[in-house]
């Protein structure tokens, strides 16, 4: 069955530390990754997808096959990081994202 | 930047009755609308997708006569939690993308809150 797991509800960081975010899924074919924000009282909204290989607000994430996961990492957190994030992945690779499957989101909080 | 606007944020209604919430683009077109909805502390689930001008294809498990879904332009689809119970109670969150050619990210409404009494 297609999921995705990430398994901390609650990530809290002091500010400038290193950030790591999990995220492991389980899919039988390529399936496409990708990261979600939600800030606080702002809709949520596409960090980074696996596809682009981009980094994003200093946010990077790597898919790696053989473990299935994809961590959202950060070197340095910053408090303007505090929010919520969800992983996501579609089976539909480079088309329609409208069947994404969601993990349960995990709440960063970066403390000065 | 492409904007979706979700109807009403927060709505309480009695158990029997039926709710609409609205979702709508405001400065892009998309033929297909997304429904989302949100438990408690779980996950997002994929309700239905919406199609402009044909029928909404619904995810297992979802009642199709309960959870009217209508699209009848390319910026507006509505979503009908008919004779609610207060297991629907839940947040309901839709979300499109501008049509074309390429990839191009979902864009989400706000969400709505619905409590069933």
């Known amino acids: 069955a297609q999921r995705v797991t990430q398994p901390e509800k609650l990530l809290s960081v002091f500010k400038g530390a290193p950030v790591e975010l999990k995220c492991n899924y389980s899919?039988?074919?390529?399936?496409?990754l990708f990261w979600y924000v939600q800030y606080s009282r702002q809709r949520l909204q596409l960090l980074l997808r696996?596809?682009s290989r981009e980094s994003i607000k200093g946010f990077t994430a790597d898919l790696n096959k053989g473990e299935t996961s994809f961590h959202l990492k950060k070197p340095f957190a910053q408090e303007e990081d505090s929010a919520m994030y969800y992983c996501a992945l579609t089976s539909n690779y480079g088309g329609s994202q409208g069947n994404l499957i969601f993990g349960k989101g995990t709440k960063l909080s970066v403390k000065p | 930047g492409a904007v979706v606007s979700q109807h009403p944020s927060r709505v309480i209604c009695k158990s029997g009755t039926s709710v609409k919430i609205e979702c709508r683009s405001l400065?892009?077109?998309?033929?297909?609308m997304f429904w989302y909805r949100q438990f408690p502390k779980q996950s997002l689930m994929l309700m239905a997708t919406?199609?402009?001008?044909?029928?909404?294809?619904?995810e297992q498990g979802v009642e199709k006569d309960k959870f009217l879904i209508n699209h009848a332009s390319l910026t507006l689809s509505t979503l009908t939690v008919t004779s609610a119970h207060p297991e629907d109670s839940s947040f309901y969150i839709c979300?499109?993308?501008?049509?074309?050619?390429?990839?191009?990210?979902?864009?989400f409404g706000n969400g709505t809150r619905l409590t069933v009494t």
């Open positions: 400065d892009f077109q998309a033929t297909t």
């Open positions: 919406s199609n402009e001008g044909s029928k909404a294809t619904y």
């Open positions: 696996h596809i």
């Open positions: 979300s499109a993308s501008p049509r074309g050619t390429g990839f191009s990210p979902l864009h």
């Open positions: 899919y039988s074919g390529s399936p496409e």
